[in-house]
């Protein structure tokens, strides 16, 4: 574009472009379908306002969160231009204001969330609206199994096809698999015109560190930054509401904010960190897309996050000014074991949950970087850089050491044991450790069986951890998390190339809390699709999670993995009723396929009663064409010999006495029967 506009002074106050911004202003004005990925704080918004005022008609802007609509429309009508929003938040004022606007033809800008697409009424209300374009903002909301689903996104692309107006969409987080996500969703996979602006923010220094007191860590990090406004997200509720706290108490202003908060509330907390100078937001992810704080000057994680692109987008929060601002990743052995847990959990097919345990391989690969993060995070989005100067690593080179060995003794371990078992089962193997598992197998009997006595168990958790980072291991979601290789691992394990590891993370994993778990790490992969399965039965039901089963059940089942419908009668919670209701599903999530079992047979589970049929109708089987296979076929049906087990007849006469067996069948079967019933004693 040459020159910029004159909208761009005169409404805006800007005398030029940001880098990249005059090209994609261009595109949109000009009517052409546009993807846009631009770093946060790189001005995306004026990409679609601007247009929107150099255009004839009305720009409908779908944006998910009230807040950032609010504020978003409260500073275009500040600058003097037609601007409103459709949302719940709105007072009946507001919307009748809107409305006004509309029908005179002055509104230029029209605001709504995707849950207003919902209603059948919006393609209308837009067409007679004279909607000439539509821009997506958080485009990426639009993938299903990204970290910021909202469902309703994916009504965005009908809507574009009803009005058969230009879509330009925008997002600061999207590789290479979402952005093909909101061409085929949004763009209905027409190509669009393509804007990659970088991911590089290099105002942000970046920095991560292993838990070790993570609230005294959190807490001197922000007192090194007192009277700087920051946010620290948290992994749970009831976590923000803590440390919040114990931020005030140490001085700060803190509060908190979550979804599970009244609305009021959280419009308070939004109110107040917009307005007040060097306040602390402890919160959680809802806490997210509607920030647009220019002045944030730090943010923390006192959890890992989801992902790479949940984290790019959270510390993304910071620095919006362009001035220096600093970010903090705490993260632990308890964070990667929720984590896993939570894709295990969810009811994503086998390979989305595969992508998204490799998505957080990378994220871990961050943590565990051997050189600047700036230059790993940007690999991940395919951008290429040096080294930046401004990250922990490159303050401080970490220590590294030749893992090559130990790399190579693990690997071994999972080639042996042919890629069925987790990190757990492993390390016991390499450090020789005699479990019953270990026995019942007989893998101390394996040539890596005791060669690894070099680390300590937790020490050989964190190797297994940066193998991870490194993506030469990965769960397996239909294993219930067994470990296997990458081919980026076959060198390593045939001695074609060497690995480095971080000495640090090894020498402070000893030192580390322990994390009381509901199971072993062994376990807990099976535990997350023990509770995926009773999860997707809840809402098939639509009954809460613990109606099915409860977590002490499922604990249970995970570790005593029963492979018979007897074994799962003797697991505590599973009655007879949910045995039937339930049983063969459990039993297939354990063993991967569950065996038939007859009603009659499956309500003696768990008793003496039911081995004995189980033998009845084995001898059945044989003699059912007599003892030289020629004769009549003759069979008894199962509630006879249900009968039989149950009462256990001690002679030919009282058998003879049972329904069903007449003169013919006695003949065939009693003497074999009873013989059954007298080794039972």
């Known amino acids: 574009m040459s020159g910029a506009p004159p909208l761009l002074r005169d409404v805006f106050g800007f005398d030029?472009?940001?880098p990249g911004q005059a090209e994609i202003v261009e595109a949109v004005a000009g009517g052409e379908n546009v993807l846009a990925i631009m770093p946060t704080g790189g001005g995306k918004s004026l990409c679609f306002q601007l247009p929107a005022l150099m255009r004839d008609g009305v720009t409908v802007v779908i944006s998910p969160l009230i807040a950032l609509m609010r504020d978003q429309v409260r500073a275009l009508q500040e600058a003097g231009v037609e601007a409103g929003a459709l949302t719940s938040g709105n007072t009946q004022e507001e919307t009748?204001?809107?409305?006004a606007a509309l029908n005179d033809g002055r509104l230029k800008l029209l605001y709504m969330a995707p849950e207003r697409l919902a209603s059948g009424a919006a393609a209308g209300l837009l067409r007679r609206a004279g909607v000439s374009m539509i821009a997506v903002d958080e485009a990426h909301c639009v993938s299903q199994w990204g970290h910021d689903f909202r469902p309703d996104y994916l009504r965005i692309g009908a809507l574009r096809r009803a009005l058969d107006v230009p879509l330009a969409a925008f997002t600061a987080t999207a590789d290479a698999e979402t952005q093909e996500e909101i061409v085929e969703k949004l763009f209905d996979g027409a190509a669009p015109r393509r804007f990659l602006h970088g991911f590089d923010r290099p105002n942000l220094h970046l920095a991560f560190a292993a838990k070790n007191a993570p609230r005294r860590q959190i807490l001197d990090f922000a007192s090194a930054r007192r009277g700087q406004s920051g946010i620290v997200y948290c992994g749970t509720r009831a976590k923000t509401e803590t440390l919040a706290r114990a931020l005030a108490e140490s001085g700060h202003s803190a509060t908190f904010y979550h979804g599970g908060m009244d609305p009021d509330d959280r419009r308070t907390t939004e109110r107040r960190f917009q307005?007040?100078?060097?306040?602390?937001?402890?919160a959680t992810v809802a806490f997210?897309?509607?920030v647009d704080k220019p002045d944030i000057r730090w943010v923390a994680h006192a959890d890992l996050p989801k992902s790479i692109e949940a984290y790019y987008q959270e510390i993304g929060r910071a620095g919006r000014d362009g001035a220096p601002a600093e970010t903090l990743t705490l993260f632990g052995p308890d964070d990667i074991r929720l984590r896993r847990s939570q894709i295990d959990e969810g009811l994503a097919p086998p390979e989305r949950r595969a992508a998204d345990h490799a998505r957080l391989n990378a994220l871990l690969g961050l943590a565990e970087a051997l050189e600047c993060r700036r230059k790993t995070l940007l690999g991940y989005f395919g951008e290429a850089g040096g080294t930046c100067g401004r990250c922990d690593l490159c303050d401080t080179?970490?220590?590294?050491?030749?893992?090559?060995t130990a790399v190579r003794k693990a690997l071994s371990a999972i080639l042996r044991t042919e890629e069925w078992f987790g990190a757990g089962h492993l390390i016991d193997i390499l450090t020789g450790t005699e479990t019953d598992k270990i026995k019942a197998r007989r893998h101390d009997t394996l040539p890596t069986f005791g060669v690894g006595t070099e680390f300590t168990r937790v020490q050989w958790q964190a190797v297994f951890r940066q193998m991870m980072g490194h993506d030469l291991v990965r769960p397996n979601p239909e294993r219930h998390g067994a470990l296997t290789m990458t081919d980026a691992a076959r060198p390593i394990l045939r001695g074609e190339a060497n690995i480095v590891l971080r000495r640090d993370s090894i020498r402070t994993a000893d030192r580390r809390p322990a994390v009381k778990a509901l199971v072993g790490d062994e376990d807990a992969p099976l535990l997350s699709a023990l509770k995926a399965k009773r999860r997707a039965l809840a809402e098939s039901a639509r009954v809460p999670a613990y109606v099915i089963f409860t977590d002490r059940t499922l604990v249970e089942m995970a570790q005593l993995r029963p492979d018979s419908i007897d074994a799962m009668a003797r697991i505590g919670g599973v009655g007879a009723k949910k045995l039937e209701r339930y049983g063969d599903t459990f039993l297939a999530v354990i063993n991967?396929?569950?065996?038939?079992?007859?009603?009659?047979?499956r309500k003696l589970a768990g008793q003496a009663s039911g081995a004995l049929y189980d033998r009845l109708i084995d001898i059945q089987n044989t003699l059912s064409r007599g003892t030289d296979g020629?004769?009549?076929y003759l069979s008894c049906t199962h509630s006879t010999l249900r009968a039989i087990a149950e009462r256990r007849p001690a002679s030919l006469e009282d058998m003879g006495r049972l329904p069903g067996m007449g003169a013919q069948k006695l003949d065939r079967f009693g003497a074999a029967f009873l013989d059954v019933l007298r080794d039972a004693g």
């Open 630 to 632: 020629t004769q009549k």
């Open 275 to 282: 307005q007040e100078d060097g306040l602390i937001v402890v």
């Open 592 to 601: 991967g396929a569950a065996d038939p079992v007859h009603p009659t047979r």
């Open 96 to 99: 009748d204001a809107v409305f």
């Open 288 to 290: 997210g897309m509607g």
């Open 397 to 404: 080179p970490p220590e590294v050491f030749d893992a090559t």
């Open 16 to 18: 030029a472009f940001r």
